[in-house]
């Protein structure tokens, strides 16, 4: 079975997407995390320092992605992940091997 896990956007400002999101259009936030520059080569970003703000509704559920460092980017055209807009989604699985 695939089923959708949750879908990555980046974001100039976490507030004000937060505003968004959960003031505006009934989201709750839910896990956050820092990261790294450790996760660098996997994002293709040098040294970022991001945080990553899951928010849920109606079993949706998406990550709001904020780079504190190197910052966010270019336009909505095709970007690397550090860039305002759709960064990713993302898959669950039950098994990845038969998948």
């Known amino acids: 079975m695939i089923r959708a896990s949750h879908v ?6 976490l507030d004000a997407a937060l505003r968004f999101w959960v003031d505006g259009l009934g989201f709750t936030a839910s896990a956050a995390f820092d990261i790294g520059p450790e996760y660098g080569p996997l994002m293709e970003v040098d040294a970022p320092k991001l945080r990553s703000q899951f928010i849920e509704r109606d079993g949706i559920r998406l990550e709001l992605l904020h780079f504190a460092e190197p910052g966010t980017l270019g336009s909505a055209d095709r970007r690397p992940v550090n860039q305002a807009g759709l960064t990713h989604v993302c898959l669950q699985v039950d098994d990845v091997d038969a998948v």
């Open 8 to 13: 990555g956007i980046c974001v100039r400002d």
